[in-house]
């Protein structure tokens, strides 16, 4: 097996998520006795790549060109195939966000191969490896057996444990050799700014439902918020009454978190926004319905008005 | 302008885990189905280009005659016909699907073609980026904005990020998926429903398309997740809160 991690930058910083997929190249690596490798995309990468080089990786590929300013599909894709075609990889991951989601199936073609999303687990099915992941909005779990030779995955970052430390692997600058058409032009990027912690890898986040009744609200939610050095995360609800832009909602079509404390605040808990928070290590639930779903998958529960034990724990904190 | 809009039958996403498990495991159980509702918000965007010179909506469906209903429901929300290809009972991957509204895509032409981002059974979101590969068209996967230009010949989206919305401009043909805030899809009136029974239908079959008849991921089992303990430790007011996070040291 010849592995390659298919690292990436987000706002001029390594992705958090990258973790996951080391550590997954480092698992399967383990399995049969191999060495991985991993390539790092992006333009202006400063001190990325040594920060990425710590995981014993035998080789780290920079591709380091102004066509990877803004993420887009199609270089990517013809970066990554030329460099895995060159150098025979074919164990190819990725981390399970926007970036590598758009870009893997497209990759997978390119290369011919099978590919799995969001692997939560690898296992063994006739002493074949197989990729374990959530299916049908994370209520039920499937096993995936890819049969070309090439192997292409992203991995779920709320499952996996942290890469092990290791030593520096080579570093291999490489020239992609791609060209960027007028195909597909980048205009901006529209982001909401915040001085909270990301959402997607905090270990605390607050997280607002419908039952917060007001954008206004938010300000009392944000509150709670920094007296934890939580992270605000929030239902498709809120969201759609644009309460709060799209890259806070949590769940099936938002982000999937695994902090080790999340307050659900009056959230009723639908299937759609708990497959966001199945990795959450504590789900503490605030809501005045006893019977909301939330209180089946939450740790702790408190059956009350939300506008009364919002500014409670903010006091008591 | 003519566009396709591949629609996915989909077990309702409100049936119970081991019942969905049961059924695709072939052991029974009885589901739903329905339209895949990412794919119904493109059918219904669709729709909302007539005003800016889409005349022609095709529904392109790889399913069998037994869920002809949802395909049904989608046209009657206002598409034009449908092309219906039958997987003849073969469990087809992402990349045959892929494969098979190729097929489709090369034949009919289309300015551009709309996907649901993801099918909520599969949650794979494979399908859509697959195509626009096999093609060689640019893509614009999770979709909450849609303008074009004055020719029509470039189209610009909003697509939903992990660091927020990002704007491209996008050259036609290409391949659209959709997200949830693009739109609210229209629920398909009775006197539709019956009308859609009479649009032309396009019927091919899987393996009439020379596409490899071997899927490159098979599925080999399946599971429930280790659920969450079910119990949650229920405290009175907000001091017995604070008290219980204090002791299990889950704040300070
Ligand atoms: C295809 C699809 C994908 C989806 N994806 C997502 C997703 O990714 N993320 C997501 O979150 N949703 C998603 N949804 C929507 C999801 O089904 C729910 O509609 C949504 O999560 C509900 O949000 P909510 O809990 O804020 O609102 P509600 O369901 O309205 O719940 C509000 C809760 O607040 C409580 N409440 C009200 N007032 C108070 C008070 N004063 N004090 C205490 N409690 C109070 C109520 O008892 C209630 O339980 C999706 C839906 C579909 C169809
Ligand atoms: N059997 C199918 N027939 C028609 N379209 C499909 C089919 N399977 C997937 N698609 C389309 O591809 C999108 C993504 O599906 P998936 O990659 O399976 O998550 C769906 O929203 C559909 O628009």
Redesign the pocket.
């Known amino acids: 097996m010849n592995i390659l991690v298919v690292a990436e930058m987000q706002l001029g910083k390594l992705k958090p998520s990258n973790r996951a997929s080391i550590r997954m190249a480092q698992d399967l690596a383990k399995k049969d006795g191999d060495s991985f490798s991993m390539v790092l995309l992006g333009h202006q990468l400063g001190d990325a790549a040594n920060e990425l080089n710590r995981f014993g990786a035998k080789k780290l590929f920079v591709i380091d060109a102004p066509e990877f300013e803004h993420y887009l599909a199609k270089p990517l894709t013809d970066a990554v195939s030329n460099l895995a075609r060159e150098h025979g990889f074919d164990r190819i991951v990725g981390c399970e966000a926007t970036t590598a989601r758009d870009f893997f199936p497209r990759l997978a073609g390119a290369l011919d191969a099978g590919m799995c999303r969001g692997v939560s687990a690898l296992c063994e099915v006739n002493g074949e490896t197989c990729y374990q992941r959530a299916v049908f909005s994370g209520m039920a779990l499937r096993t995936e057996r890819i049969h070309t030779p090439i192997h292409v995955m992203t991995v779920d970052p709320t499952t996996m444990d942290d890469p092990t430390e290791g030593g520096a692997g080579e570093v291999v600058a490489f020239d992609a050799g791609v060209t960027v058409g007028d195909e597909i032009r980048f205009v901006e990027l529209r982001r909401a700014k915040s001085e909270r912690p990301d959402l997607s890898v905090a270990d605390r986040v607050v997280g607002a439902g419908r039952g917060i009744k007001s954008a206004e609200y938010l300000e009392t939610i944000g509150a709670l918020a920094d007296k934890l050095g939580a992270a605000v995360g929030a239902t498709r609800a809120v969201v759609d009454a644009g309460w709060l832009p799209n890259e806070f909602q949590v769940g099936q079509t938002g982000k999937a978190i695994a902090p080790k404390l999340y307050f659900a605040i009056g959230i009723s808990g639908a299937v759609q926004h708990a497959a966001g928070i199945r990795g959450a290590k504590t789900i503490v639930a605030i809501n005045k319905d006893a019977e909301a779903p939330i209180f089946k998958i939450a740790d702790i529960g408190i059956v009350a008005d939300l506008f009364d034990v919002v500014p409670q724990l903010i006091e008591g904190l | 302008m003519k566009v396709l809009v591949?629609?996915?039958p989909v077990a309702d996403p409100n049936t119970p885990p081991a019942a969905w498990i049961a059924e695709q495991e072939g052991k029974g159980g009885s589901v739903n189905d329905v339209a895949?509702y990412?794919?119904l918000i493109?059918v219904e965007q669709a729709i909302r280009l007539k005003d800016i010179g889409v005349t022609d909506i095709c529904i392109?469906?790889?399913?069998d005659d037994s869920k002809m209903a949802q395909v049904r429901s989608a046209i009657a929300m206002g598409a034009n016909r449908a092309t219906l290809i039958d997987p003849e009972g073969k469990q087809l991957g992402?990349y045959q699907?892929a494969a098979s509204?190729a097929h489709v895509v090369k034949k009919e032409e289309p300015a551009f073609v709309l996907?649901?981002?993801?099918?909520t059974d599969?949650?794979?979101?494979?399908?859509?980026p697959l195509l626009a590969g096999m093609l060689g068209w640019p893509q614009a996967t999770f979709v909450s904005e849609i303008g074009f230009n004055d020719d029509r010949s470039r189209v610009t989206v909003g697509r939903e990020t992990d660091e927020g919305v990002e704007v491209l401009d996008v050259k036609l043909p290409a391949i659209i998926?959709c997200d949830l805030r693009l739109n609210e899809p229209r629920y398909a009136t009775l006197p539709n429903l019956i009308k859609s029974k009479k649009a032309p239908m396009e019927r091919l079959k899987f393996t009439d398309l020379g596409i490899e008849d071997k899927p490159r991921v098979t599925v080999e089992a399946y599971s429930l997740p280790p659920g969450r303990s079910g119990k949650a430790k229920m405290v009175a007011d907000t001091a017995e809160l604070l008290t219980t996070l204090k002791d299990m040291k889950l704040v300070d």
């Open positions: 591949t629609v996915k895949n990412f794919d493109a392109v469906s790889v399913t992402a699907l509204i996907m649901g981002k993801q099918a599969d949650d794979a979101s494979q399908v859509g998926t």
